[in-house]
């Protein structure tokens, strides 16, 4: 069985590779990476490839930046072309880029069955363009592999039949508990003269906080205040550091004493600053998963989040976009007020396992 598993933004080589490497183990399966390059800064795309010990991409596709449709449309012309010659069996895509749904329309409309990784998880906010994404992969995959429960029932609740729901569990916390221990041995600390339990960490990316001027300066003013009190390192994505410039913003950020911006990160890199930092601060959803995991506060800079089984069992909590309540979240944590979280149920990096267990039965099936 020949199967075509797509990455092509940070987070799908988190939730991909360990499915690769397990599928790899079994001669039954003839895999195939594809890499669409969505995300192709060194620190997001290549780094991982050194890192997590990936293979060279079977096909780089190399699309690039762009609008939402300019970036689908060309990954939909690129991996079409993959299609027709490589004719695999089924097309693993994973989370909820782009090249998600891009690569899951083309595989369905050539009747090559799709199996989505991360699948039922909703904001129900269809503002979010990764929730667009979701819903339209979830309703044209033929498997569903979901990380939570509440993933479940929100698939079933959409009237998905149950006999294409499988909970499998959380892909990414296989790679955070495999890589924890290499983590361990980078001198990101050092570097960076941070010292453990002393500092917060920030991520922020989304349109919804950055594209906007008045949103985007709230936030940095919230930084502002809190600098004060605890030093920040912020890891800064590129599409941040170019709106920061586009609004001439850059006087701002330079000016608050006690953050210090670097440049995006290394997977290795990232998952030491956030292990030990006081708190994080961030927009992303796979960082409010890995928090969870490690038990380090994390305050969400969202309305929302499809992740809400880090609210419920996690250390996780969504902060009102405002200044005074970033602040006050954050000077509650300062203050020892922190909220206690568990694992959810099969975090347990074990998950690539019962996804190949799937993939068997899909197998014998298919055969």
Request: glycine content about 6%; aromatic content about 8%; proline content about 4%.
């Amino acid at each position: 069985m020949k199967i075509a598993l797509v990455v092509g933004a940070r987070p799908n080589f988190m939730k991909v590779g360990p499915i690769y490497f397990e599928l790899k183990k079994h001669s039954r399966y003839t895999l195939l990476l594809i890499h669409t390059g969505q995300h192709y800064d060194d620190n997001l795309s290549k780094i991982f490839f050194t890192q997590l010990g990936f293979p060279e991409p079977d096909v780089y596709l190399g699309v690039g930046s762009g609008t939402h449709g300019v970036q689908t449309a060309k990954i939909m012309i690129a991996f079409e072309q993959f299609l027709l010659q490589e004719k695999p069996d089924l097309v693993l895509v994973a989370g909820d880029v782009n090249s998600t749904v891009a690569c899951a329309i083309d595989a369905v409309k050539l009747h090559i069955p799709v199996a989505h990784l991360e699948a039922g998880l909703r904001s129900f906010d269809r503002r979010m363009p990764e929730e667009i994404n979701r819903i339209a992969t979830d309703c044209i995959s033929d498997l569903l592999l979901t990380p939570s429960n509440d993933a479940n029932e929100n698939l079933i609740n959409e009237g998905v039949s149950t006999n294409r729901i499988f909970l499998v569990g959380n892909a990414m916390i296989d790679s955070l508990l495999s890589f924890e221990k290499k983590a361990e041995q980078t001198k990101t600390l050092e570097r960076l003269q941070l010292k453990k339990g002393f500092y917060g960490l920030i991520t922020l990316h989304r349109p919804s906080n950055v594209d906007n001027k008045e949103s985007l300066e709230m936030i940095l003013n919230a930084f502002s205040e809190i600098a004060v009190n605890l030093p920040l390192i912020f890891p800064m994505h590129p599409r941040t550091r170019k709106q920061i410039s586009a609004f001439g913003l850059e006087e701002k950020v330079n000016s608050i004493s006690n953050l210090k911006l670097i440049d995006s990160v290394g997977y290795l890199d990232f998952i030491k600053l956030e292990k030990y930092a006081k708190l994080v601060l961030t927009d992303s959803g796979g960082i409010q998963e890995e928090t969870t995991v490690f038990g380090v506060p994390c305050l969400t800079l969202r309305e929302n989040t499809e992740r809400p089984i880090t609210i419920e069992y996690g250390t996780n909590q969504l902060v009102d976009l405002n200044k005074e309540a970033i602040v006050h979240n954050v000077n509650q944590i300062l203050d020892g007020k922190i909220k206690k979280g568990r694992i959810p149920p099969l975090w347990d990096g074990h998950t690539a396992e019962r996804v190949v267990k799937v993939m068997d039965e899909f197998h014998y099936t298919f055969t």
